[in-house]
């Protein structure tokens, strides 16, 4: 008689998540050389495809570095700052507040858009925080992430997280109504945690970059005209190196002279070196009595080098939406300040595209943690809203004076939360100042109750003295 033990759902993987972590994990390793190339680019590692015309062997190895793709994904990314959330009716937002701060939300969105920037795309995790804890909100790299995307709902159908802890594969496999953990052991995963949520949908969410119709998935900012042009200027970096080692000192040439002039005092025949580093040539007469002609070849000019570089930073900032003193192009005649805010005005354009799709992710990721906490999704009606700092970056005296003139007109009134905001008060500021307003106000009530009251005593004196 055999006996058969079912296998423990919590021991092992069922047959279709195991399918299913296998093919999530043959997309993560397809996608991942072209995201490390992508990375070799930010940190300036790519290896530059040499031409074989002017490098010599022995230069093979020299290796020039020109950092433009970095500069022009984190200019962009620098105008991305997330400083708060709040309902869009107005409402205490301490519940919002406090998720964001024990998971360190704001700090940890600055990585989040900076990897969506540079790779095409971020994605950010959802899970129970532990012991009556918060929830969690993790951003995950997607060297180390990827989902499948159901295109019609616009949701995720199942997402994959792998990582090395102590020298052990874990596999975090998110699914509509659980997430299984899994460590790998002798050739198979062997589970040993299940988070039971029951939430019907993917707890994960992808925070893409520059998304088409027909492509969900998103693109970098590393485009492949940044990294052609990246080459070419890395190439022409290097052809200074080259000769700056060939041509660094100019070429001499010496017409008329006996063997003798390359000789030292032992007759014996001096280096090249030698006879290049002498400061003096004594050469003596031929038998005609002629001196020796004695000249330099023009030395090595590198400003055609240099130019042709400058022409690359001037492509490259139309393609990067930076000016060109940013990528280190200079001109005899150096750009006004209204030249430079119209330089601009496109990469403020792209920030502000960037916070509408960014700021999605991060509403639905809070939304998420909320219906973690609550055990039910918030109501649709109450709207979350992201706010930002001003990607424009207009001076201080600037934005003051837009808010002065809308109190003004009428259309703030003077104590209005908007108009600290569009002055650039911060989220922290506003707080402080709505605060200082509110005792300011219970000082001036204070004081009227103080001046009143002896008055209200007379009178109540007065009227008792009728009375008698």
Request: hydrophobic share 40%; proline share 5%.
């Amino acid at each position: 008689m055999t006996v058969v033990i079912p296998e423990l759902p919590l021991l092992s993987l069922a047959p279709d998540e195991l399918e299913l972590l296998t093919a999530l994990r043959s997309d993560l390793l397809n996608q991942r050389f072209k995201l490390e190339l992508l990375d070799a680019y930010f940190n300036g590692e790519q290896v530059v495809r040499d031409l074989g015309i002017s490098i010599p062997p022995q230069l093979k190895t020299l290796h020039t570095v020109i950092g433009w793709p970095r500069i022009g994904v984190e200019s962009l990314e620098e105008r991305l700052d997330l400083e708060a959330f709040r309902w869009a009716d107005g409402s205490d937002a301490r519940d919002l507040e406090e998720i964001a701060e024990s998971n360190d939300l704001y700090d940890e969105a600055s990585l989040a858009h900076l990897d969506a920037l540079t790779y095409g795309r971020e994605y950010v995790s959802v899970g129970s925080g532990e012991d009556g804890d918060p929830p969690l909100i993790t951003f995950e790299s997607p060297l180390d992430m990827t989902m499948f995307w159901d295109a019609r709902l616009r949701l995720a159908t199942a997402a994959l997280r792998e990582s090395v802890e102590d020298g052990v594969r874990i596999a975090t496999l998110y699914l509509p109504d659980q997430t299984v953990y899994a460590a790998e052991a002798d050739g198979g995963w062997e589970v040993f945690d299940r988070d039971i949520h029951n939430l019907g949908i993917v707890p994960v969410l992808r925070m893409a970059n520059r998304q088409r119709t027909a492509d969900r998935i998103g693109k970098s900012e590393i485009t492949p005209e940044v990294m052609s042009i990246t080459d070419a200027a890395c190439r022409r970096l290097m052809g200074i190196e080259v000769a700056a080692e060939f041509f660094g000192a100019p070429q001499r040439y010496i017409l008329g002279a006996s063997e003798s002039a390359f000789q030292d005092a032992e007759g014996n025949a001096k280096s090249a070196w030698e006879t290049y580093i002498g400061r003096v040539l004594a050469l003596e007469r031929d038998e005609d009595g002629q001196v020796p002609t004695v000249g330099a070849f023009t030395a090595h000019d590198p400003s055609g080098q240099t130019k042709i570089i400058d022409l690359y930073a001037r492509i490259m900032a139309s393609q990067l939406s930076v000016a060109p003193h940013v990528l280190g192009y200079t001109s005899d005649n150096p750009a006004s300040a209204d030249a430079i805010r119209f330089a601009d005005n496109r990469q403020v354009k792209k920030a502000e595209r960037r916070i509408r799709r960014f700021s999605a992710a991060h509403r639905d990721a809070m939304r998420l943690a909320l219906w973690f906490r609550d055990g039910e999704p918030p109501p649709k009606e109450r709207r979350i809203e992201c706010v930002w700092r001003n990607p424009a970056t207009p001076t201080v005296a600037a934005q003051v004076d837009a808010a002065t003139k809308l109190v003004q007109t009428g259309i703030l009134p003077a104590d209005s939360d908007v108009a600290l905001e569009m002055a650039g008060f911060t989220e922290e500021q506003r707080r402080r100042v709505a605060a200082e307003r509110r005792r300011a106000q219970g000082t001036v009530l204070l004081e009227r109750l103080t001046q009143t009251a002896p008055g209200q005593q007379e009178i109540e004196g007065a009227d008792g003295d009728e009375g008698l």
